[in-house]
């Protein structure tokens, strides 16, 4: 098997899989190369690891590419982000140095903080799609790549709701060719890569394959689909926790979640209309959790607030900061504190990998559209149909391991003390 990938560039998952190749450190936080799944009874003993369980393309398979606005190759980013230190650098960089960023789809109306120089200048939105698409196949002969796949690890751009153009494919082409201002950029990366049979997974909170056009094109090609936003600092804790309360039967009265963060990601979060793409996808999770339509006396009235603040002296190492509170019997309050300080990249570039990795294996696995099985990794996530997302992390990581075992011909596991 030989995989060979497309991404936009994101440096930590690049520096991940490298580190890991040249056996410079394991990647730590990546499930589909360090958990193992159990199969069948308990007693069966039977145990191995997901990547010796299902057939995942190897960290060896994978090449990377992508496209900034800004950096020129992955090593430059990585030292402008300053996630790792020189000194973890330093072994990788002849490597990093050489995934060149091609030139970008970038409008300023969607990412008013940064100032793209590497960016492509063609006529329409219709021309830059058709560059994209280019661009991937380009990427692909050049590197002989058997199968691609496409994460989003591109900035948030500002909220938006669908609009006419995004209903259906017919309608979102003739959008490009109008240059209908709805259309964001990472909507035309998303259709590039759909159009080019490539799987595609969106990191970030804004609106690409979740809309109606990209469900259909991507059924259309048999070519699956994940998103949105990564689940890995607050978010990760709250759908950790929230559940826990819940077991129990436990009152809320209000979760306030805030955060400090320095790195590029924060600076563009700081403008109020791509802050609200992210607030709206933080907001969701609380309420599947525990759904108060169904425990009105213990959930029905909760203050949930969620707060990113700009503060350039962290950089990457985002804290977060939870007051929860919580009542129990007699209604008697209780508070709980949460200060996560946590190195952002650092949890998102395994996500990154597993994504893109577990993507590319539904794809050889036939399935096509929204992949539910892998909400665990998204903050927002995309569901099949009308039924509730689910947030819950561990439902969340069962679903997913039960999809791995049904797809491999072994039964589900149901923690079950019967049969
Ligand atoms: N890092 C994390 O832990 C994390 C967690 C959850 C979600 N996310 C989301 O993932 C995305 C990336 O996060 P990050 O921390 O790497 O941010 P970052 O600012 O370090 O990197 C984003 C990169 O995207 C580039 N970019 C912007 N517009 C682009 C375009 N149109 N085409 C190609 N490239 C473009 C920027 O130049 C920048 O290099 C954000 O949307 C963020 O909210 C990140």
Redesign the pocket.
């Known amino acids: 098997m030989f995989l060979r990938q497309v991404w936009?560039?994101?440096h930590?998952p690049s520096s991940l899989v490298i580190a890991a190749r040249k056996g410079i450190s394991p990647p730590i936080g990546s499930v589909s190369q360090m958990a193992h799944i159990r199969l069948g009874k308990k007693e069966e003993g039977r145990n191995p690891l997901i990547k010796d369980f299902v057939p995942l393309a190897t960290l060896d398979d994978l090449v990377f590419g992508?496209?900034?606005?800004?950096?020129p190759n992955v090593l430059e980013?990585a030292r402008?982000?300053g996630v790792l230190d020189e000194k973890d650098l330093a072994p990788m960089a002849a490597e990093l140095e050489g995934i060149v960023a091609m030139d970008?789809?970038?409008?300023r109306t969607?990412?008013s903080r940064?100032d793209?120089v590497r960016v492509k200048d063609l006529a329409s939105k219709w021309a830059l799609t058709m560059a994209l698409i280019e661009d991937i196949e380009r990427f692909r002969l050049d590197n002989g790549c058997d199968r691609m796949v496409m994460v989003?690890?591109?900035?948030?751009?500002a909220y938006s709701e669908p609009a006419a153009c995004h209903e259906t494919v017919d309608a979102f082409e003739a959008g490009l060719k109008a240059d209908d201002p709805a259309i964001a950029?990472?909507q035309m990366?998303a259709y590039a890569a759909l159009q080019s049979d490539v799987p595609f997974a969106n990191?970030?909170?804004?609106l690409s394959v979740d809309l109606p056009c990209m469900l259909e094109l991507a059924k259309a090609r048999g070519v699956p689909v994940a998103g949105k936003?990564?689940?890995?600092?607050q978010t990760f804790m709250k759908t950790l926790l929230a559940p826990g309360f819940k077991a129990r039967m436990l009152g809320m009265r209000g979760w306030y979640s805030t955060n400090i963060l320095g790195?590029?990601?924060g600076?563009?979060?700081d403008a109020p209309e791509n802050f609200k793409s992210?607030e709206m996808s933080k907001l969701g999770v609380l309420d599947t959790i525990l759904q108060p339509e169904v425990y009105p006396e213990l959930y029905g009235n909760i203050d949930h607030v969620v707060r990113i603040n700009y503060y350039p002296p962290r950089g990457?190492n985002?804290e977060g900061w939870d007051a929860i509170d919580i009542f129990g019997w007699l209604g008697y309050p209780m508070q709980i504190k949460v200060d996560f300080m946590c190195r952002?990249?650092i949890?998102?570039a395994p996500?990154v990998l597993d994504l893109a990795l577990f993507m590319d294996l539904a794809h050889r696995a036939g399935e096509s559209g929204v992949q539910e099985w892998l909400s665990f990794y998204l903050?927002a996530p995309q569901q099949r149909g009308e039924s509730d997302i689910e947030h819950d992390l561990f439902i969340q990581q069962t679903k997913l391991k039960n999809t791995l075992r049904e797809w491999m011909g072994e039964q589900p596991v149901t923690h079950s003390e019967v049969g």
């Open positions: 936009v560039l994101l930590p992508g496209w900034d606005p800004l950096s980013a402008t982000c970008a789809v970038f409008d969607w990412v940064l793209g989003w690890c591109g900035s948030t751009e950029p990472s990366y990191g970030a909170p804004n936003d990564f689940k890995t600092g790195n590029r990601d600076e563009v979060l992210k990457d985002k952002d990249s949890l998102a996500i903050k």
